[in-house]
């Protein structure tokens, strides 16, 4: 149901109804006033009041506080002297309680003369309740007051101690014996003994006689609870130089009596407590005192029995002694506790833990305040009441010219502005009053013209004319102008000339602007002047002779701004000025009149912008773009601000029309792609009024998705005030589509570059800019981001040698027109060392053929090249062994007949001296023959090895002495054998000539002396050294060293130190196979050896030798004195070379052996299927025929199970040798051998050994 408003003037006529009259307000608020004032000097007294009593409380605290302390120190230093001087007595100073003649056992009289001096110490302290002196060996005498003597407790006492009549004094014995009581009378006369020999008292247990006993001075203990009397005090005691303890026991009761000196108000509550809540001392004493009485004593220092505060049935002395308790510090301010708040306060007194407790009730502090409040609001009242007969006459008084004015004023409203009869007033302030409502009047008549001509007129003109008329009439002008313009920027726009002299100008613009005109607009208001009539700077009132007296008022609409001026003049002759009045009138319509011609030309302003909208809004319905205007709120509702504006193109391009989008909201063109965050971001910028360009997925009507690309900007108005939402939205759908698809294809790009294990780069020509993926890091070490972002950080990194092939090679492919480049060169890495590098570059052009970008990758073959080296060398080795092999194997089927026929002619020339010198030099030139193919074959891997387990631990010392002799004097030598050095498996006869070849380098490379040192140790070769180096199989090693300290040599020597022939000896002073020797041999052995030298460090040979799996070497088989002969075992020889066969069948049936010899394989196989006996097979291993030595040996095995086998051959092929049948190897007697080696040979393999 819809809710009826209130009108705008319901509240005005509700409040107009309460209104009462000037003299009823004028006495209301003198009567307000004066009871404000004696309210606020009561409630001023009341606060100083209770201030002051708040503060003279404090004061009394702190006071009761003070007493309560000086009270304690007083007490405190009443017993420590007493204690001192009965320290000092002779009673004291006696070992014993005997001996100072008091006692159990003394003379009764002896007995009461020496408890003078304790009668003389307690006489002389009101407050000491007892003296007391304790011995070493545990006597005790004490004297006590129990009469006149016993200070405020003596009824007490009495009744505690039953005590007879007329006992002045208690007299306390103790010792071994048990206790006695003496009652004495004032002389110390004995009235009455009572004996308790039952009870002991040994004072050596009391706290104050430890405590005095292990102190230097007099000790004061924490007060506490009296044994006999029950009464709260202290003990003071000293030890005297005999060992006994004098001390004295006081009263804190004068303390209690103390305390009430500082309670401002009766229900004061004030105590001394310790930190564990005892109270010693009440200003209620009666209230403490029954308390101590009713209970009875366990003995001294017994705080349980002292009472605590809550036993006092006191909140606020229990809430206080907590808080002491808690929280030892001091305390001040207000507590409610029980119902009721107290002013409270804690104060320490001592070292002890003790504290001053004290609590007043606030209500009863606050009476005497609260009194003078009360009364100073009775006098208030009764002065207000007098003063309302006064006031209300008063208030008559000053009311009545003012009610005659408001009669005056309600005649101007009813637009009565005709003239009254003056005022009779003898105030002369009301008289100026009425004279100036009276001008007032003849303005308004003057205004209300003005305001007519105002609603007459349309244009400026008109507005300008009749305000110079009513102007003109209102100060008796004749003449008037009016100019429209600031004055500062040009001519004025308008002129209007208003008068009936002839030599008056006529109306309209002019060309310059006249001096008064700037005068006037420079001005803060209305003013009045005079000037000569014929003055030029008068402009168009100028004129005729004589003076002018002047009327100026600038006009200013919307603040400062100066639209124009207006100026009227009448003859000065008279003496006759401009009224005040009139000057009023001028002041109260220069702004109406400003803001009409305002007006007037904002319309005609307006018109002309509508034209211009006209045009404007043509000229958007014939773009493209969106055009879409809402309101500027709200923001914040559900559906945002409506549409009011679209144009043409959102119709085409969402399928809304017009009528459909205003007063819908831009959210009608929305979906379920349309991103919310960035909603979220558009709305967040409208809340705060700020301009937003974003892109968004929005929707047509039939449902088809557009991107569209908005410029949100907000619309104000001439004040400021936002009034619209302007955007402007371009369909980026195609261009979306386009960013896409490179989005797709920049990710793809990521991707592959994350991917690959190259480096991937990408050059932009135009900038210079070279991007570079993470693969420059992990590949090369060079961080990405902190490389050169330009074509230097590849180019600096370029090998210096390498560098200008390289970066010509690429610009002459850029700035040609090819498309794609590559290049193989050497880059540094992050450590500093090269990495070679196989760089792919693609160009990327654009239409007119210039490059653009430029897209590569960089891979890393320094692996691969490396590999390729080692292949490259390993198969140039492999071709020169496989040359030098077959080389060796023709020339040792050569020297086996020349070395056999040699040893023939040697033992059959023996008697000949002439020819036995030659046979021995073709023999010796056979071995020199024989050694070389033997190196030859050692490098080619193809000499006949056979390895055994070798002890390198004994083989290294046994070749010391040879090789001194080979080394020269000037060269130091040393042999190291790590302990627990394994066997290897190599044939120990090569291994000796290994160590012996690198011996004799090392000595050539020391000329001039030095240090050669071998050395043997285990170590194990790991799958990744295997993998850095080829033909490595990782596993367990025997490594033998041999380093020298000699000249070294330069890498590119180094790389060639295993090829064969190579030497950089001089010629006859090398061969250049030592050291491919040696590493034919290990390499043949399964092992694997390294060269590491330097120019000027030295060279040091690492031979690998496998591990042999047995433990200790086979012993060495004795050598033979004599060839052995044969005993006609029949042998099978084949031999395709005919001088060979020849030769060792003459050999073989020399030794007495019956030997069948045939060429070939097949021939050999077929004697073997025959039924001839055959005891050894001897065959040659390469031959042709289809068939090699392995091959028949293998196929005779199969006929003829066990059937002995010797092999023979200059060209060992490991392949051919090795495995058999039963992948046992075969024996191999290798070329060119010698007949003692051939008779050896076989007889072992038939033999069996």
């Known amino acids: 149901m819809p809710v009826a408003k209130t009108p705008p003037l319901a509240g005005m006529t509700l409040l107009r109804g309460w209104r009462a009259p000037l003299r009823v307000q004028i006495g209301a608020l003198f009567l307000t006033l004066l009871a404000a004032v004696s309210l606020a000097l009561g409630v001023v007294a009341s606060r100083q009041s209770r201030a002051l009593v708040d503060e003279a409380t404090m004061a009394s605290f702190a006071g009761a506080a003070d007493l309560a302390l000086q009270e304690l120190r007083r007490l405190e230093g009443t017993a420590r002297n007493a204690a001192e001087a009965l320290a000092a007595d002779p009673i004291a100073q006696a070992a014993t309680a005997e001996e100072s003649r008091v006692g159990l056992h003394a003379p009764m009289g002896d007995s009461r003369a020496d408890?003078?001096?304790?009668?003389?110490?307690?006489?002389?302290?009101?407050?000491?309740?007892?003296?007391?002196?304790?011995?070493?060996?545990?006597?005790?005498?004490?004297?006590?007051?129990?009469?006149?003597?016993?200070?405020?407790?003596?009824?007490?006492?009495?009744?505690?101690?039953?005590?007879?009549?007329?006992?002045?004094?208690?007299?306390?014995?103790?010792?071994?014996?048990?206790?006695?009581?003496?009652?004495?009378?004032?002389?110390?006369?004995?009235?009455?003994?009572?004996?308790?020999?039952?009870?002991?008292?040994?004072?050596?247990?009391?706290?104050?006689f430890?405590?005095?006993?292990?102190?230097?001075?007099?000790?004061?203990?924490?007060?506490?609870?009296?044994?006999?009397?029950?009464?709260?005090?202290?003990?003071?005691?000293?030890?005297?130089?005999?060992?006994?303890?004098?001390?004295?026991?006081?009263?804190?009761?004068?303390?209690?009596?103390?305390?009430?000196?500082?309670?401002?108000?009766?229900?004061?509550?004030?105590?001394?407590?310790?930190?564990?809540?005892?109270?010693?001392?009440?200003?209620?004493?009666?209230?403490?005192?029954?308390?101590?009485?009713?209970?009875?004593?366990?003995?001294?220092?017994?705080?349980?029995?002292?009472?605590?505060?809550?036993?006092?049935?006191?909140?606020?002395?229990?809430?206080?002694?907590?808080?002491?308790?808690?929280?030892?510090?001091?305390?001040?301010?207000l507590v409610e506790v029980g119902g009721r708040e107290w002013r409270a306060a804690l104060a320490p007194l001592d070292t002890h833990g003790l504290a001053l407790a004290i609590a007043a009730a606030t209500d009863e502090?606050?009476?005497?305040?609260?009194?003078?409040?009360?009364?100073?609001?009775?006098?208030?009242?009764?002065?207000?009441?007098?003063?309302?007969?006064?006031?209300?006459?008063?208030?008559?008084?000053?009311?009545?010219?003012?009610?005659?004015?408001?009669?005056?004023?309600?005649?101007?409203?009813?637009?009565d502005f005709s003239a009254r009869p003056p005022l009779?007033?003898?105030?002369?302030?009301?008289?100026?009053?009425?004279?100036?409502?009276?001008?007032?009047?003849?303005?308004?008549?003057?205004?209300?013209?003005?305001?007519?001509?105002?609603?007459?007129?349309?244009?400026?003109?008109?507005?300008?004319?009749?305000?110079?008329?009513?102007?003109?009439?209102?100060?008796?002008?004749?003449?008037?102008?009016?100019?429209?313009?600031?004055?500062?920027?040009?001519?004025?726009?308008?002129?209007?000339v208003r008068g009936d002299w002839p030599a008056l100008p006529q109306a309209g613009a002019v060309s310059a602007v006249p001096e008064l005109v700037r005068r006037i607009a420079a001005a803060d208001g209305p003013f009045a002047a005079v000037a000569a009539a014929d003055d030029p700077a008068l402009g168009e009132l100028a004129g005729g002779s004589?003076?002018?007296?002047?009327?100026?008022?600038?006009?200013?609409?919307?603040?400062?701004?100066?639209?124009?001026?207006?100026?009227?003049?009448?003859?000065?002759?008279?003496?006759?000025?401009?009224?005040?009045?009139?000057?009023?009138?001028?002041?109260?319509?220069?702004?109406?009149?400003?803001?009409?011609?305002?007006?007037?030309?904002?319309?005609?302003?307006?018109?002309?912008?509508?034209?211009?909208?006209?045009?404007?809004?043509?000229?958007?319905?014939?773009?493209?773009?969106?055009?879409?205007?809402?309101?500027?709120?709200?923001?914040?509702?559900?559906?945002?601000?409506?549409?009011?504006?679209?144009?043409?193109?959102?119709?085409?391009?969402?399928?809304?029309?017009?009528?459909?989008?205003?007063?819908?909201?831009?959210?009608?063109?929305?979906?379920?792609?349309?991103?919310?965050?960035?909603?979220?971001?558009?709305?967040?910028?409208?809340?705060?009024?700020?301009?937003?360009?974003?892109?968004?997925?929005?929707?047509?009507?039939?449902?088809?998705?557009?991107?569209?690309?908005?410029d949100i900007v907000p619309i104000a108005d001439a004040t400021g005030w936002f009034t619209n939402w302007v955007a402007v939205?371009?369909?980026?759908?195609?261009?979306?589509?386009?960013?896409?698809?490179?989005?797709?294809?920049?990710?793809?790009?990521?991707?592959?570059?994350?991917?690959?294990?190259?480096?991937?780069?990408?050059?932009?020509?135009?900038?210079?800019?070279?991007?570079?993926?993470?693969?420059?890091?992990?590949?090369?070490?060079?961080?990405?981001?902190?490389?050169?972002?330009?074509?230097?950080?590849?180019?600096?990194?370029?090998?210096?040698?390498?560098?200008?092939?390289?970066?010509?090679?690429?610009?002459?492919?850029?700035?040609?027109?090819?498309?794609?480049?590559?290049?193989?060169?050497?880059?540094?890495?992050?450590d500093g060392s090269f990495a070679m590098v196989i760089d792919r570059g693609f160009v990327i052009r654009d239409a007119t053929g210039a490059a653009l970008r430029m897209l590569g990758s960089m891979t890393d073959v320094t692996e691969r090249r490396e590999l390729d080296e080692r292949l490259r060398q390993s198969q140039k080795l492999e071709a020169v062994g496989q040359l030098t092999g077959g080389v060796a194997h023709d020339f040792n089927n050569l020297l086996t007949v020349i070395i056999g026929n040699a040893e023939v002619l040697v033992e059959g020339l023996a008697d000949d001296p002439a020819l036995l010198p030659l046979a021995e030099m073709t023999a010796t030139a056979g071995e020199r023959a024989a050694e070389l193919t033997g190196r030859l074959l050692a490098f080619a891997r193809r000499q006949a090895l056979e390895p055994r387990i070798v002890d390198l631990a004994a083989l290294l010392p046994g070749m010391e002495a040879l090789l001194r002799r080979t080394l020269s004097g000037n060269i130091d030598f040393s042999i190291a054998v790590a302990e627990g050095l394994w066997p290897a498996m190599v044939d120990p006869g090569q291994l000796e000539v290994a160590i012996l070849n690198l011996a004799l380098n090392a000595r050539d490379a020391m000329p001039d002396g030095g240090r050669l040192t071998i050395a043997a140790e285990n170590v194990v070769l790991d799958p990744d050294y295997a993998r850095a180096h080829q033909e490595v199989t990782p596993g367990s090693y025997v490594m033998l060293f041999v380093a020298d300290t000699g000249t070294g040599m330069p890498p590119d020597v180094a790389d060639r130190a295993f090829d064969p022939f190579f030497t950089t000896k001089e010629v006859g002073k090398g061969s250049g196979?030592?050291?491919?020797?040696?590493?034919?041999?290990?390499?043949?052995?399964?092992?694997?050896?390294?060269?590491?030298?330097?120019?000027?460090?030295?060279?040091?040979?690492?031979?690998?030798?496998?591990?042999?799996?047995?433990?200790?070497?086979?012993?060495?088989?004795?050598?033979?004195?004599?060839?052995?002969?044969?005993?006609?075992?029949?042998?099978l020889l084949v031999e395709d070379h005919q001088l060979v066969r020849e030769n060792a069948l003459g050999q073989l049936l020399a030794l007495g052996y019956r030997v069948t010899a045939v060429a070939t394989g097949p021939e050999g196989l077929a004697v073997v299927e025959g039924p001839a006996d055959i005891d050894l097979l001897f065959t040659d291993v390469i031959m042709p025929g289809g068939m090699n030595g392995r091959q028949l040996a293998d196929a005779a095995r199969r006929l003829r199970p066990g059937l002995p086998v010797l092999l023979t051959s200059g060209y060992a092929d490991q392949g051919v040798i090795e495995g058999g049948p039963e992948d046992a190897g075969y024996p191999l007697l290798s070329k060119p051998y010698r007949r003692d080696g051939l008779a050896a040979k076989v007889r072992a393999v038939l033999d069996g050994r």
């Open 729 to 830: 939205e371009r369909d980026v759908t195609e261009r979306k589509k386009v960013e896409a698809a490179a989005r797709v294809s920049q990710e793809r790009f990521q991707l592959v570059a994350q991917a690959t294990s190259d480096v991937i780069w990408d050059w932009e020509m135009a900038s210079d800019a070279i991007w570079w993926n993470d693969g420059l890091l992990t590949i090369f070490g060079h961080d990405p981001a902190k490389v050169q972002p330009c074509s230097e950080s590849w180019t600096s990194r370029i090998h210096p040698d390498d560098r200008d092939r390289v970066v010509g090679g690429i610009h002459a492919i850029i700035d040609g027109d090819g498309r794609s480049w590559m290049d193989e060169y050497r880059f540094v890495r992050g």
């Open 210 to 333: 430890v405590d005095a006993s292990a102190a230097d001075g007099t000790i004061v203990t924490h007060p506490y609870r009296f044994f006999t009397t029950g009464s709260p005090g202290i003990s003071a005691a000293k030890r005297s130089t005999s060992g006994a303890v004098a001390g004295v026991d006081l009263s804190l009761w004068d303390l209690s009596l103390r305390l009430p000196a500082g309670r401002p108000v009766p229900s004061t509550q004030a105590v001394v407590v310790d930190r564990a809540g005892v109270v010693l001392a009440d200003a209620d004493a009666e209230r403490l005192r029954r308390i101590v009485v009713s209970r009875p004593g366990n003995g001294p220092v017994d705080h349980s029995k002292l009472p605590m505060a809550s036993e006092l049935n006191s909140p606020v002395v229990t809430a206080l002694a907590e808080r002491w308790r808690a929280d030892p510090q001091s305390f001040s301010g």
């Open 365 to 415: 502090l606050g009476a005497g305040p609260n009194a003078i409040r009360d009364r100073l609001l009775l006098v208030c009242a009764l002065a207000l009441a007098l003063a309302v007969p006064i006031v209300w006459l008063a208030a008559r008084l000053v009311a009545r010219p003012v009610e005659a004015f408001a009669r005056e004023a309600e005649a101007v409203a009813r637009l």
């Open 546 to 710: 004589g003076r002018l007296a002047l009327l100026c008022v600038p006009l200013r609409a919307g603040g400062e701004r100066v639209i124009g001026v207006l100026a009227v003049a009448r003859p000065a002759d008279d003496g006759r000025d401009f009224s005040a009045s009139v000057l009023s009138l001028s002041q109260a319509i220069a702004r109406p009149v400003a803001l009409a011609v305002d007006r007037c030309r904002l319309i005609a302003s307006q018109r002309a912008a509508l034209e211009q909208l006209r045009l404007l809004e043509t000229a958007v319905s014939r773009l493209n773009d969106l055009i879409l205007i809402t309101e500027a709120e709200p923001i914040e509702a559900p559906d945002g601000p409506r549409i009011v504006y679209v144009n043409a193109a959102f119709e085409r391009r969402t399928g809304f029309t017009r009528a459909e989008a205003i007063g819908a909201t831009p959210r009608i063109l929305q979906g379920p792609k349309t991103d919310r965050a960035e909603l979220a971001r558009i709305h967040e910028a409208m809340r705060h009024w700020q301009p937003v360009r974003s892109e968004l997925v929005n929707y047509t009507k039939d449902g088809r998705e557009m991107w569209l690309e908005l």
């Open 424 to 496: 009779a007033t003898p105030v002369a302030e009301l008289a100026r009053l009425d004279e100036s409502v009276a001008s007032m009047r003849g303005a308004l008549r003057s205004f209300d013209a003005v305001s007519r001509g105002f609603a007459e007129e349309q244009d400026s003109h008109g507005v300008l004319a009749s305000t110079l008329d009513a102007l003109m009439t209102a100060g008796e002008a004749t003449r008037g102008v009016a100019w429209v313009g600031d004055g500062r920027d040009g001519p004025p726009d308008v002129v209007v």
């Open 115 to 208: 408890l003078h001096s304790l009668a003389a110490i307690l006489r002389a302290g009101s407050d000491i309740s007892a003296a007391y002196v304790g011995w070493p060996n545990g006597d005790f005498v004490l004297l006590r007051p129990v009469g006149p003597l016993a200070g405020r407790q003596p009824d007490v006492l009495a009744r505690l101690l039953s005590l007879p009549a007329g006992a002045i004094w208690l007299a306390q014995w103790s010792s071994e014996g048990g206790q006695r009581f003496d009652y004495l009378d004032g002389d110390l006369g004995l009235i009455e003994t009572r004996r308790r020999p039952e009870f002991h008292f040994d004072p050596r247990l009391r706290p104050w």
């Open 1073 to 1131: 196979l030592g050291l491919s020797m040696v590493y034919g041999f290990v390499k043949q052995s399964r092992g694997h050896a390294i060269i590491e030298t330097g120019v000027g460090v030295g060279t040091t040979v690492r031979l690998y030798l496998p591990r042999a799996n047995a433990a200790r070497p086979a012993a060495p088989v004795a050598a033979p004195t004599r060839p052995p002969t044969g005993a006609a075992e029949h042998i």
